[in-house]
């Protein structure tokens, strides 16, 4: 079965970066985009950032340019997300999620999750 | 990007009850329209997509519908499982945004 295993909670400072990994298992990694998303406590899901499967270019929300990167080993099966100048407001548990399909620009469902990541910012 | 409203923001029912939420769209995002179902510390779970197609090993009792702007999810019969967080998400344009929930509660 599909399955994204994500890594563990981190607690950094503010100013520090974070690296979130999800390595993906039980289908073939090529044949679906992975997206990041996060999520603030009480809050909907937000997107941060995608890359498509075939072409593995990376997009960013809007509000997260210069602040993340996101990359795809596709010999581990594994994608990551990097945020860098971390601020209290980036407190959030990170998710990454497959799309249904590849290269998805309309239409985008989110069909398997991680199991996400808690990203804790504090002094 | 376009702003996703729910309401209601939470609601309390009964076993068997049927509840209706709604979720309307800045922009006219024709049936690119999908709901998630939330636990307390899980990942979401789709339950429907492009508006009113049920995924696969969903209950029957979940239905959606709607375009362009107005979309609702119904719950014909409320069972003790169906307990959770509620949240739309346009896929019609990035990025995609989910609405703010609708927590459903005894």
């Known amino acids: 079965q599909v399955q994204l295993v994500q890594s563990g909670t981190e607690v950094k400072k503010p100013g520090a970066s974070v690296r979130v990994s999800c390595k993906a298992s039980?289908?073939?990694?090529?044949?679906?985009?992975i997206h990041w998303l996060r999520q603030a406590p009480g809050q909907g899901p937000e997107c941060v950032g995608w890359?498509?499967?075939?072409?593995?270019?990376?997009n960013y929300a809007r509000k997260f340019e210069g602040r993340v990167t996101v990359t795809r080993d596709m010999f581990t099966n594994t994608a990551y997300m990097e945020f860098t100048g971390l601020t209290s407001d980036d407190t959030a548990v990170y998710y990454c999620a497959r799309v249904r399909g590849k290269a998805v620009i309309r239409g985008v469902v989110y069909d398997s999750w991680g199991q996400g990541t808690l990203v804790i910012v504090s002094s | 990007d376009i702003q996703m409203t729910q309401s209601p923001s939470s609601l309390s029912a009964s076993v068997g009850d049927r509840v209706t939420i709604t979720c309307r769209t800045s922009q006219r995002i024709s049936r690119y329209l999908n709901w998630y179902q939330q636990k307390p510390g899980q990942a979401p779970r789709v339950l429907v997509s492009?508006?009113?197609t049920l995924e696969s090993g969903v209950p029957s009792r979940f239905s959606g519908r709607g375009s362009e702007t107005d979309f609702t999810l119904t719950i014909s019969s409320l069972q003790p499982e169906d307990f959770a967080t509620y949240y739309c998400?346009?896929?019609?344009?990035?990025?995609?945004?989910f609405g703010q929930g609708t927590r459903v509660e005894i």
């Open positions: 039980g289908y073939s990694f090529s044949d679906n985009d």
């Open positions: 492009a508006a009113s």
């Open positions: 998400q346009q896929s019609f344009i990035s990025p995609w945004t």
């Open positions: 890359s498509h499967s075939d072409s593995g270019t990376m």
